[in-house]
């Protein structure tokens, strides 16, 4: 994620060419009106000084720190009854290793965690939360392949409720944000935890690839539409000269990133941290 360096180097020694900036943010992942929105406050400045290679630098980072939180308030345990988490996202991003990072994340920082293998279609998906669950010494609740994944969230909330357990977390369906009826199906998800607790489920963490780029952001426009998201967990961001969508998204939907996946590893999970992931755009 450095592409301001590359930005620097693009005009170094030139005069900005405005539309050819527009593009190459365009193309970093910013979004369409991240993008316009860096170029006009350049645009404002030039009225009062020639712009310089550096000024592009400067004034997008300070645009795209205006817009990036810091760093998200931390995910507590309720004062009651089990924390319930959505991950959703579509095939192929992650999500099912990503769930088992974020229980990692919470056994390591002394939470209780329930993990409910709510991916019931994919080949060998009951089996591969299984095993990670297995590593992470916590239980999981897993039902029959095909079965309904709504009435399998609803029994493993109870569950979690009478073992005092303070994370359930949910892996889902990798499902296309573009098909209706599987969509509909992380509505019924949602409406059967609500059942327990109308504000369950209480965190809703869409899994993106960093290297989808733009596409990435509309995933996210349907997922929210339909269930409500509460953040992101970015995989990829480390080996990625992308990673303009967390912005994009955070700019359009006002979604924050709450993790970033870093490597292979189980600990390889770790909470967004603005500063940091605006100091690597240089």
Same mark, same amino acid.
């Given at each position: 994620?450095?592409?301001?360096?590359?930005?620097?180097?693009?005009?170094?020694?030139?005069?900005?060419?405005?539309?050819?900036?527009?593009?190459?943010?365009?193309?970093?992942?910013?979004?369409?009106?991240?993008?316009?929105?860096?170029?006009?406050?350049?645009?404002?400045?030039?009225?009062?000084?020639?712009?310089?290679?550096?000024?592009?630098?400067?004034?997008?980072?300070?645009?795209?720190?205006?817009?990036?939180?810091?760093?998200?308030?931390?995910?507590?345990?309720?004062?009651?009854?089990?924390?319930?988490?959505?991950?959703?996202?579509?095939?192929?991003?992650?999500?099912?290793?990503?769930?088992?990072?974020?229980?990692?994340?919470?056994?390591?920082?002394?939470?209780?965690?329930? &993990?409910?293998? @709510?991916?019931? $279609?994919?080949? +060998?998906?009951?089996?591969?939360?299984? #095993?990670?669950?297995?590593?992470? %010494?916590?239980?999981?609740?897993?039902?029959?392949?095909?079965?309904?994944?709504?009435?399998?969230?609803?029994?493993?909330?109870?569950?979690?409720?009478?073992?005092?357990?303070?994370?359930?977390?949910?892996?889902?369906?990798?499902?296309?944000?573009?098909?209706?009826?599987?969509?509909?199906?992380?509505?019924?998800?949602?409406?059967?935890?609500?059942?327990?607790?109308?504000?369950?489920?209480?965190?809703?963490?869409?899994?993106?690839?960093?290297?989808?780029?733009?596409?990435? &952001?509309?995933? @996210?426009?349907? $997922?929210?539409? +339909?269930?409500?998201?509460?953040?992101? #967990?970015?995989?990829?961001?480390? %080996?990625?000269?992308?990673?303009?969508?967390?912005?994009?998204?955070?700019?359009?939907?006002?979604?924050?990133?709450?993790?970033?996946?870093?490597?292979?590893?189980?600990?390889?999970?770790?909470?967004?941290?603005?500063?940091?992931?605006?100091?690597?755009?240089?």
């Amino acid at each position: 994620m450095n592409f301001l360096k590359s930005l620097v180097q693009k005009f170094a020694g030139r005069p900005v060419d405005w539309d050819e900036l527009e593009e190459a943010l365009i193309r970093a992942d910013l979004g369409v009106p991240m993008s316009l929105r860096i170029v006009e406050a350049l645009q404002e400045r030039a009225t009062r000084q020639t712009i310089t290679a550096n000024d592009v630098s400067e004034v997008a980072r300070d645009e795209i720190a205006r817009v990036l939180p810091i760093a998200p308030p931390p995910i507590r345990p309720l004062p009651a009854g089990p924390k319930v988490m959505l991950i959703v996202g579509v095939n192929g991003t992650g999500k099912t290793t990503s769930t088992a990072k974020l229980a990692h994340y919470f056994k390591s920082r002394r939470h209780t965690v329930l &993990l409910v293998a @709510a991916d019931t $279609f994919r080949a +060998a998906a009951i089996e591969q939360l299984g #095993i990670w669950a297995q590593r992470l %010494g916590v239980e999981m609740i897993k039902g029959q392949y095909n079965a309904d994944p709504a009435a399998l969230c609803y029994d493993a909330y109870q569950a979690a409720d009478r073992q005092d357990i303070e994370f359930l977390l949910c892996d889902t369906a990798g499902r296309l944000h573009t098909k209706i009826n599987l969509m509909g199906e992380l509505e019924k998800v949602k409406r059967s935890i609500a059942k327990h607790d109308p504000k369950a489920p209480h965190e809703v963490l869409l899994v993106v690839d960093a290297t989808t780029g733009s596409n990435a &952001l509309a995933q @996210a426009k349907e $997922f929210h539409q +339909a269930v409500g998201l509460t953040g992101l #967990i970015v995989t990829k961001l480390d %080996g990625s000269g992308k990673g303009g969508v967390v912005i994009a998204i955070q700019n359009e939907l006002g979604i924050p990133t709450r993790f970033v996946g870093t490597g292979e590893k189980l600990e390889d999970l770790e909470p967004f941290d603005g500063r940091e992931f605006i100091a690597k755009m240089v």
